[in-house]
């Protein structure tokens, strides 16, 4: 189980939660970030840090991305939330 705290690049936390570190990860962590600032249209998972450079991916802290792509009536193409920092320890 992986313990996830999700903060601004000021420091302030913005969401916080829990979940599997299968291979789930990434909607999992989306769904945390979603669920704390209620986003409507809901976020995916953009980027996250160098997930292959440890073993322990993905336990530590990293920078994230989310974002979702607007419909083509709308323009189309991605919207990027601002960068956080994503911060895990495995429970």
Do not use: W
């Amino acid at each position: 189980m992986l313990k996830v705290r999700i903060s601004n690049l000021s420091g302030a936390v913005i969401a916080e939660g829990t979940c599997s570190d299968s291979g789930y990860f990434p909607p999992a962590l989306a769904g945390i970030y979603n669920d704390a600032l209620d986003l409507k249209p809901p976020r995916s998972l953009q980027s996250y840090g160098e997930p292959y450079a440890s073993e322990d991916y993905p336990v530590g802290t990293g920078r994230a991305q989310f974002g979702y792509t607007q419909p083509r009536h709308d323009g189309g193409g991605y919207v990027l939330d601002d960068e956080v920092i994503v911060d895990i320890e495995r429970t």
